[in-house]
T-cell receptor, first 118, second 114 residues
Framework: KAGVTQTPRYLIKTRGQQVTLSCSPISGHRSVSWYQQTPGQGLQFLFEYFSETQRNKGNFPGRFSGRQFSNSRSEMNVSTLELGDSALYLC?????????????????FGAGSRLTVL | AQTVTQSQPEMSVQEAETVTLSCTYDTSESDYYLFWYKQPPSRQMILVIRQEAYKQQNATENRFSVNFQKAAKSFSLKISDSQLGDAAMYFCAYRRGATNKLIFGTGTLLAVQP
């Protein structure tokens, strides 16, 4: 069974540009969550999608957005990049979403997309 | 707001020895779950062990076990018979029962000495 696949693995952008990251969940998983990992702020929750709907959102500016497609694949977009957006962006998939019986839910993470903003 | 605290930025253990990583959390919720994730240099976050708050019995997964003290809001991870492959950053994480949002601690970098 294939794991969570994130593309691209590495990318370099300059300030002011925008970037789109992709995440393909494990087959059968319909929930996709995104996290940002930086040395200064650690791991922070960005948002969660289920059935093409955003179910939960972290405390990030509107420059950070996402979407989910009917096949459960998800993309996140960061517009007007800032130096502080340099981070490892992790995607995680799970069977259930927030509000459903999440008790047994386990998040499986991808290897991440390393974004460097110059 | 819920918080997770890992007070040990770095730990070191000899191969085959036992090490305990500490984690405390703060919540007013009664329905929640606690996790330990491992992040090796490859950066892939791997689930090590999970504990349901409503279960009094401590979770165990092979060489990994937890000491869950609900009243003290403490959730430590014990690694027995440490192996070189255990070297990684370990994150403690909290999830409220009805959400998929994980709140992570700052991590403990574990080194395993041969």
């Amino acid at each position: 069974k294939a794991g969570v696949t994130q593309t691209p693995r590495y990318l370099i952008k300059t300030r002011g540009q925008q970037v789109t990251l992709s995440c393909s969940p494990i087959s059968g998983h319909r929930s996709v969550s995104w996290y940002q990992q930086t040395p200064g702020q650690g791991l922070q929750f960005l948002f969660e999608y289920f059935s093409e709907t955003q179910r939960n959102k972290g405390n990030f500016p509107g420059r950070f957005s996402g979407r989910q497609f009917s096949n459960s694949r998800s993309e996140m977009n960061v517009s007007t990049l800032e130096l502080g957006d340099s981070a490892l962006y992790l995607c995680a998939s799970s069977v259930r979403t927030s509000g459903m019986y999440s008790g047994a839910n386990v998040l499986t993470f991808g290897a991440g997309s390393r974004l460097t903003v110059l | 707001a819920q918080t997770v605290t890992q007070s040990q930025p770095e730990m070191s253990v000899q191969e085959a020895e036992t090490v305990t990583l500490s984690c405390t959390y703060d919540t007013s919720e009664s329905d929640y779950y606690l996790f330990w994730y491992k992040q090796p240099p490859s950066r892939q976050m791997i689930l090590v062990i999970r504990q349901e708050a409503y279960k009094q019995q401590n979770a165990t997964e092979n060489r990994f076990s937890v000491n869950f003290q609900k009243a003290a809001k403490s959730f430590s991870l014990k690694i027995s018979d440490s192996q070189l492959g255990d070297a990684a950053m370990y994150f403690c994480a909290y999830r409220r029962g009805a959400t998929n949002k994980l709140i992570f601690g700052t991590g403990t970098l574990l080194a395993v000495q041969p």
